[in-house]
């Protein structure tokens, strides 16, 4: 089916440690993006890419890296996890319309 | 400051009433709005969509009306049924970059 694929599901990490959350899309869209989700605080932007080869910082870049490989693919990048990122992350696409195609989320906890 | 408000985190309503669930927004500039339902452990999926240019957007049984005066949205659920349960979330959009703003979401629970 088509969709966004995230990679992976589940994740526990140590203090410290890094780790990449691998996301992709076979839509076709211009615009991917990275949330994240926790408690009582909706969904909030971690970084998007209107396009393939720009990067844009969101509400909450702080401790992220983004990468846009291509058009298909766009990767979040934790360099030195911290408790506080302990989270559910979304990302999702978005061609001509406004819809917004999520992934299925990846849920991380950094202990 | 939110730009997107969903006053309501949750609400409770029987099995084939009407749910009403409300979206009020600050920026007279938003010109496109949208709902979105989740269901624990999946991402948000897209239920339905209005312009600015319209006040009503209908789709089987799920309807948008937006009040631009009021800069208030609301999602209308009838009847509503226990599959309907999730959390659901008001997004708008300001402009072409097709970057959405988000409310906090409001848990409908609808009982059998």
């Known amino acids: 089916n088509a969709g966004v694929t995230q990679t992976p599901k589940f994740q526990v990490l140590k203090t410290g440690q890094s780790m990449t959350l691998q996301c992709a899309q076979d839509?076709?869209?211009?615009?991917m993006y990275w949330y994240r989700q926790d408690p009582g605080m909706g969904l909030r932007l971690i970084y998007y890419?209107?396009?393939?080869?720009?990067?844009d910082k969101g509400e909450v870049p702080n401790g992220y890296n983004v990468s846009r490989l291509n058009k298909r693919e766009f990767s979040l990048r934790l360099e030195s996890a911290a408790p506080s990122q302990t989270s559910v992350y979304f990302c999702?696409?978005?061609?001509?319309?406004?819809?917004?195609?999520f992934g299925s989320g990846t849920r991380l906890t950094v202990v | 400051d939110q730009q997107v408000k969903q006053n309501s985190p949750s609400l409770s309503v029987q099995e084939g009433r009407i749910s009403i669930l409300n979206c009020d927004y600050t920026n007279s500039m938003f010109d496109y709005f949208l709902w979105y339902k989740k269901y624990p452990a999946e991402g948000p999926t897209f239920l339905i969509s209005i312009s600015s240019i319209k006040d009503k957007n209908e789709d089987g049984r799920f309807t948008v009306f937006l009040n631009k005066s009021a800069k208030h949205l609301s999602l209308h659920i009838v009847p509503s049924q226990p599959g309907d349960s999730a959390v659901y979330f008001c997004a708008v959009s300001a402009g072409n970059n097709r970057k959405l703003i988000w409310g906090l979401g409001t848990s409908l629970a609808v009982n059998p």
């Open positions: 999702a696409s978005s061609g001509l319309n406004y819809g917004y195609t």
């Open positions: 890419s209107a396009s393939e080869g720009t990067t």
């Open positions: 839509m076709n869209h211009n615009s």
